[in-house]
């Protein structure tokens, strides 16, 4: 299992920006493809996006104009900004990991998740 | 864009039992791209099936998934407590988004 840890800001006023960060600790950043997964208060689980170390990138298409994934591997990190912030942005967002494999696509380990509310 | 229903929304089992999940997808996908996943209360999802029938690490042998095409389903034998949670299926097969089904609440007496 690869701990990890996200950060960032509880509340963000809207037409703003969010910016996450997610920490990968015990484990090689290049083994896996890193991204985001959030859930609206009371709602099921909507994917983000994901990330590879190479660039590659794969985005929500409801998203993909406000939204950018970015890895650090020098810093053994990675991140979310997505801007134009609405109330229907409030969730908690999952950082989590997809292993690399000839199949891949499920999500393997999971970050606790950190609660972002958008208001005034 | 492939749309995964779950059924039942909520299922009222007891201790010991077995519980029987279904996902449908909208479209017919190779079963090495659904996923199930537990989710906790307060907490993260958990994977517990990829390729919909092979268990994640540290997963108990009391759960198990099966199905192709369109149906698949999760099963759960001898209902314990800790099984007392909310559960996501997941396809990945789309080439331009990940979806998951709206979850099924699976309530321990």
């Known amino acids: 299992q690869v701990p990890l840890q996200g950060s960032g800001p509880g509340l963000v006023k809207p037409s703003e920006t969010l910016s996450l960060t997610c920490t990968v600790s015990?484990?090689?950043?290049?083994?896996?493809?890193w991204g985001w997964v959030r859930q609206a208060p009371g709602k099921g689980l909507e994917w983000i996006g994901y990330m590879f170390f190479t660039g590659r990138t794969k985005y929500s298409p409801s998203l993909e104009s406000r939204l950018t994934i970015s890895v650090d591997m020098s810093k053994n990190q990675f991140s979310l900004k997505l801007r134009s912030l609405t109330p229907a942005d409030t969730a908690v967002y999952y950082c989590?990991?997809?292993?690399?494999?000839?199949?891949?696509?499920?999500?393997?380990?999971w970050g606790p998740g950190t609660l972002v509310t958008v208001s005034s | 864009e492939f749309v995964l229903t779950q059924s039942p929304g909520t299922l009222s089992l007891s201790l010991g039992e077995r519980a029987t999940l279904s996902c449908r997808v909208s479209?017919?996908?190779?079963?090495?791209?659904l996923a199930w996943y537990q989710q906790k209360p307060g907490q993260a999802p958990r994977l517990l099936i990829n390729?919909?029938?092979n268990r994640a690490t540290g997963i108990p042998d009391r759960f198990s998934g099966s199905g192709s095409g369109t149906d698949f389903t999760l099963t759960i034998n001898g209902l314990e407590p800790e099984d007392s949670a909310v559960y996501y299926c997941?396809?990945?097969?789309?080439?331009?988004?990940?979806?998951f089904g709206q979850g099924t609440m699976l309530e321990i007496k």
């Open positions: 479209q017919s996908i190779n079963s090495i791209y």
């Open positions: 390729g919909a029938s």
């Open positions: 989590m990991g997809i292993p690399v494999g000839d199949v891949y696509g499920w999500f393997d380990p």
């Open positions: 997941q396809q990945y097969a789309s080439s331009v988004s990940y979806t």
């Open positions: 015990g484990g090689s950043i290049s083994r896996h493809y």
